[in-house]
């Protein structure tokens, strides 16, 4: 066997060295000398090599090996260089108050160089030198998605999942499945809203009228509910991730495309600032970047109306709830990346995201006396199989509890959207770090009402058992002795939307957190 490894590395070794000479080749020999590969260093990030071989990219221990060649970085003056690329929303002020933060959390000091109104770089130092370069470039979703993929960025800045093109790119590239593993962290919500003036009598708008009116399919507002006058659309600029969500997300499932003529904006405070003054006008926009206009609530046909409130975020009760979240490649990133991206996930993060104006996802608690209008609107509208026992257990069972704003909803299935795998860590951590010593967690499922009941009832079930076994799994150090945690399930007794729509259901399909 001892013969066999030999023969192996040499093999590699007579191949790697075939390879044309540049000043990024390397050789790395293991310390007893045993093994040697060479080939062309890709990166060095304080503790592994990442070196292009003919077998392609192979990782190494920094600690095990020696390097010698013109590519060998020199160790004593090693900087780490962390380049973050993507959505402006994210780029021009929450990620650089996360970067002060961290560096302010390490002792270090922070300086910023722009380069241009899109890049700029911070240099993290200490009192002798410089410890890490983070190199943060503003644009698009799309081209935080490209550069990640073609290896130009460390962590994409994005508002929204890849599309499918973009999954069939990373994985022709070789830079594997942007679906699979922990490669989305979501770091702030915010929410997609539509925006109108103070002196327009709507108050609520459907997901099916939002996108009629805002791509141009429907003229007047008379068309939707509204008074005889033209609708003035008012959009993001083409290219923003805010538009393609809205395309993904509504736009796409009702199929209408957008129209021309409507006024496309560079910045969301200039959108928002002219549909504030214009009566006959309708927006885009974001929660975070209402200006004096009106967010409108998103209704239902059954009768339900959602507000994009900090709690109806929180719990993705909004059904057009807005992920800031952070993309990383396959490969291993610099220590003090991922120190930032945990620290991103940190709480003392909240007030970072809070100040830069968009939401945290701390836990929140919300008492049952307070849900008085929820639970009356929701059982009104409990399906036809649903009976006064079922209604009568499920409120026995919650009256003594609060809900945390900690939900986990689903693609169909029993699959975790990407907010609710963040909060499957999130609460992980309360749990490990004993959050909940001594207390009872209610793991409650829920289902839409679309097929018979009984199914739907052990599928809720089903989802809840889902997310008792991920948040052990995420929770290895917690001591699960100190405190309850247990699931029951409810189907279709305790709507939130209607399910007469796809968001409806994906709404309803939901396992809540309660605790007493």
Known sequence: MHFLRRSLWAAIWICASAMTASANDVKLTSRDGAIQIEGTLLTYDGEFYRVETIYGP???????????????????????????????????????????????????????????????????????????????????????????????????????????????????????????????????????????????????????????????????????????????????????????????RVLRPNAVPIAEGATHHEFLEDLADAVAGDTFAIGLTTLSEIGNAIPLQVAGSCGFETNATLSALRSEDYPLTLPLMLYTPARRLPLIAREFLDFTQDPAADLVIRRAGFVDQAITKTRFDDQGDRLAHAISQAGLEVTLDNLQAMVEALRDRDRLSTTFRFTGGTRLDVQSQENIIRLARAIETGAFNDQDLLLAGFSDGDGPAEPNLILSLKRAKTVLRLLKEAAPDADFKRLKLRTDAFGEALPMACDDTDWGRAINRRVEVWVK
């Open 58 to 248: 192979l990782t190494l221990d920094g600690q095990g090996v020696t390097c010698d060649g013109p590519g060998c970085p020199d160790l004593n003056a090693f900087v780490a260089n962390i380049r973050l690329s993507g959505a402006d929303r994210m780029a021009d002020v929450l990620i650089p108050a996360m970067i002060q933060a961290f560096a302010m959390r390490k002792g270090l000091s922070v300086t910023r160089e722009v380069t241009n109104d899109r890049q700029s770089t911070f240099e993290l130092k200490d009192s002798e030198r410089v410890q890490a370069r983070f190199e943060l470039s503003s644009g698009t979703t799309a081209e935080g998605y490209a550069d990640l993929i073609a290896e130009e960025a460390d962590i994409a800045l994005v508002l929204r999942e890849p599309r499918s093109a973009e999954i069939a790119m990373a994985r022709s590239a070789a830079s594997g499945d942007l679906l699979k593993g922990r490669r989305a962290r979501v770091v702030a919500l915010d929410g997609v809203v539509a925006i109108t003036a103070p002196g327009l009598q709507l108050r609520s708008i459907s997901l099916e009228q939002m996108a009629a009116a805002l791509s141009g399919s429907v003229k007047r507002w008379s068309d939707i509910g509204g008074a005889d006058i033209p609708i003035i659309r008012h959009l993001p600029k083409p290219e923003s991730g805010l538009l393609e969500t809205f395309e993904d």
